[in-house]
């Protein structure tokens, strides 16, 4: 009597992963079920899921926006951080760079803003609140610690995009208003330039004012920070006042823009056509300023 050998089984197959076929994977995606190797797998709060359907979660999911439109940034104010890392980097450009020339060349002076004295340089409008005295330290400290506490706090209120158009149109309005409100330039006279973020930051105070006003909260701190450091800047020989005023005037605008759009899928484009109407309001006001000195 004779015995067969009986037949082996046979071995069940390896799952591979979709998107890497040469690999083993034994774990499958919570979502879709499919094996995911482990360059493929995802944590999610339940298992793992595969990264094609992690990216067709991002895809389909609507992004979180904050009251004012912006897109919800968590963490730290990355666009605060910045401005004042850009400005230390310019402070330590203007001792290191020998001539004075980090001055001569970015600071603003309202020759500047006229092609009638052949040096029409309109960028510096803008480039000179990136600057600090260099004979008054406490000049940018002070700049930089009050930009640090109102980023902290109007940044992930705007969105940092909204955040950093209010800080640079407020820095242009702050030429603007030292434009509007200093004598014309005497041929042959000492050029009086201005340098710092002063103006800048008085826009973030202007905006902060708008957006509290806005949201029902109380406004008396921030107006007794605004009439005090405007007092300063009568009382302390050489700080631009008309830079501080045309700061503030401009960051209230701005944020009266974005905070008082209607919600909507058109928020953030009636926001962006506010911004060009701020700008374009800024450019007219000079050229008309400059035409009629």
Not at 187 to 204: E, M, W
Not at 208 to 224: E, I, N, S
Not at 247 to 269: D, E, K, N
């Amino acid at each position: 009597m004779s015995y067969g050998i009986p037949a082996a089984e046979p071995s069940a197959q390896i799952p591979v992963c979709p998107r890497h076929p040469d690999r083993p994977a034994y774990v499958r995606c919570q979502r879709c079920g499919r094996p995911a190797c482990p360059d493929c797998q995802r944590a999610a709060a339940v298992g793992f899921q595969c990264v094609d359907c992690v990216n067709e979660t991002k895809r389909t999911t609507p992004e979180v926006r904050t009251v004012y439109g912006g897109a919800v940034a968590t963490g730290k104010p990355l666009v605060t951080y910045f401005i004042i890392g850009l400005c230390a980097a310019v402070f330590a450009l203007q001792w290191l760079v020998p001539g004075d020339l980090i001055y001569q060349n970015l600071a603003f002076a309202t020759v500047y803003a006229s092609p009638e004295y052949g040096v029409f340089e309109p960028w510096r409008m803008v480039t000179s609140a990136f600057l600090h005295s260099q004979g008054f330290i406490l000049h940018i400290v002070l700049n930089m610690y009050m930009l640090w506490v109102f980023g902290q706090a109007l940044e992930p209120l705007l969105g940092r995009i909204r955040f950093l158009a209010v800080y640079l149109l407020s820095a242009f309005g702050g030429s603007v208003g030292f434009l509007l409100l200093t004598p014309g330039y005497v041929p042959g006279q000492p050029l009086t330039g201005v340098v710092g973020a002063s103006g800048a930051i008085f826009g973030l105070f202007g905006a902060m004012l708008v957006v509290q006003r806005r949201r029902g909260g109380d406004t008396r701190q921030l107006w007794v920070l605004i009439i005090i450091n405007g007092v300063i800047g009568f009382v302390v020989p050489s700080i631009a006042w008309q830079a501080h005023l045309g700061g503030a005037v401009t960051g209230a605008m701005c944020a009266a823009v974005i905070v008082y759009t209607p919600r909507g899928p058109r928020q953030g484009l009636m926001q962006a056509c506010g911004l060009l109407v701020v700008l374009a309001l800024l450019v007219a006001v000079s050229a008309l300023r400059v035409a009629g000195a």
